[in-house]
């Protein structure tokens, strides 16, 4: 009787280690091929991000699309690679970035930002200077944050590799209030098919300074 009880407290005690490990080891494969939990900390993307929202980032993306203009991403911060950054993509490798009198141009274009918080300033002795167009190079990502005057981004130390990139951020889970899918504000055009065109007007007589 005893024996009888105590084989089946063995089993059941033996059923419940073989479910942690199985959630456990799903948990791993979730964690090191598919999906990634982050917290944002700092200000860089407020108003779209805010310090302490906790988000998914997925890191299979990209292995079925390519990277596109308006993704928020995660990658790992070229001045440290033990901290990661998320940023937005703005500029893809072969596009000609142009920050001028606070606007942005991709390819003489001048971008619609209504998610950014502020206008985009530059940094002082940074990599990207006022007025003057620079093309990413292949294998190469140009990142802003939303919020222009606080983040530290390509501005500052230039384009990112595309093997720090860890994954693309595509939902907010924590505060339960902001819960969602993170969804990407431009048009289809800008995305993916926006022609670095040498036809089109120079971004310099679209704008009046």
């Known amino acids: 009787m005893i024996w009888a009880f105590v084989k089946a407290v063995f089993f059941f005690v033996m059923e419940i280690l073989e479910t942690i490990v199985f959630i456990g080891s799903l948990f791993i494969v979730l964690y090191l091929f598919i999906v990634q939990p982050n917290q944002v900390k700092g200000v860089s993307m407020d108003y779209t991000f805010a310090s302490g929202d906790y988000i998914f980032t997925s890191k299979i993306t990209y292995k079925f699309r390519d990277f596109q203009r308006g993704d928020v991403i995660v990658f790992r911060s070229p001045k440290n690679p033990d901290i990661e950054y998320i940023k937005r993509i703005i500029g893809l490798p072969g596009d000609t970035v142009t920050v001028a009198a606070q606007e942005v141009y991709v390819n003489n274009r001048k971008l619609d930002e209504p998610y950014i918080a502020s206008k985009t300033v530059l940094w002082e002795n940074g990599f990207t200077k006022d007025g003057i167009p620079y093309t990413i190079p292949e294998g190469h990502l ?18 990112i590799p595309i093997e720090s990139v860890i994954g693309q951020v595509f939902y907010r889970y924590l505060p339960i209030t902001k819960q969602g899918f993170i969804e990407n504000p431009f048009p289809e055009d800008i995305r993916r098919s926006l022609s670095n065109n040498p036809n089109v007007p120079n971004y310099l007589s679209l704008k009046s300074f």
Not at 142 to 159: A, I, L, Q, T
């Open 142 to 159: 140009y990142v802003m944050g939303d919020n222009r005057p606080r983040s530290s981004d390509s501005r500052e130390f230039g384009p």
